[in-house]
């Protein structure tokens, strides 16, 4: 099992670029996430799935859209970007909605807005 | 879901236990202690989580008090791989809306 991927790994854009961070997970889980991580600081929820169809705002869901058309896939779209939004992005899955359950992430995405 | 607070940093001899507390006292009683761990800028590694009764696997140990306001985990021997940010985080019925703190940084000294 490849576990979390996402791609890239690295990006750098302009102020005003759109771009979508790809998440994917071959666990067959429902749950899947969206956190940021500014320097220093611990992780922020963005958007949240509880399985396909179905999407939620976060703490920090402002300048993010997602969708989830279906259980492997989550990305992540970033409509018009903002320096604010320089950050590294972790995408997260888990197997069901009932507490006690673990969730596994996925490596990083590594954002620069300039 | 509750806050948590734990210590800005710690350090540990290798070899020793590390132990890490986190101070729960609004924690409902259908919510788990997660503990997870993020080496430099890696994705956080999950590492232990319980209800009620303390918790070992092959990574750690959780104790968890009685009244469920605190918990601690416990390194058996830490190694220098174990130097990461560690943080104990509380969850409710929707186990994604994990809420991060900030963490305790530990670092582990030869």
């Known amino acids: 099992n490849a576990g979390v991927t996402q791609t890239p790994k690295f990006q750098v854009l302009k102020t005003g670029q759109s771009m979508t961070l790809q998440c994917a997970q071959d666990?067959?889980?429902?749950?899947m996430s969206w956190y940021r991580q500014d320097p220093g600081m611990g992780l922020r929820l963005i958007h949240y799935?509880?399985?396909?169809?179905?999407?939620d705002q976060g703490e920090v869901p402002n300048g993010y859209n997602v969708s989830r058309s279906t259980t492997e896939d989550f990305p992540l779209r970033l409509l018009s970007a903002a320096p604010s939004q320089t950050s590294v992005y972790f995408c997260?899955?888990?197997?069901?909605?009932?507490?006690?359950?673990?969730?596994?992430f996925g490596e990083g995405s590594w954002l620069t807005v300039v | 879901d509750a806050k948590t607070t734990q210590p800005t940093s710690m350090d540990c001899a290798e070899g020793r236990a590390a132990n890490l507390p986190c101070n729960h006292s609004?924690?409902?009683?259908?919510?788990?202690v997660y503990w997870y761990r993020q080496i430099h800028s890696q994705g956080p590694q999950y590492i232990i989580h319980g209800l009620k009764n303390n918790e070992t696997n092959e990574m750690a140990s959780l104790i968890i008090t009685e009244d469920r306001k605190s918990s601690t985990l416990i390194l058996p021997h830490a190694t220098l791989r174990d130097t990461a940010v560690y943080y104990c985080i509380v969850s409710g019925d929707n186990t994604d809306k994990l809420i991060f703190g900030t963490g305790t940084r530990l670092q582990v000294f030869p």
């Open positions: 609004t924690i409902s009683g259908n919510e788990y």
């Open positions: 666990m067959n889980h429902e749950y």
């Open positions: 997260a899955s888990s197997y069901s909605s009932y507490s006690g359950n673990t969730i596994y």
């Open positions: 799935s509880v399985g396909a169809g179905i999407t």
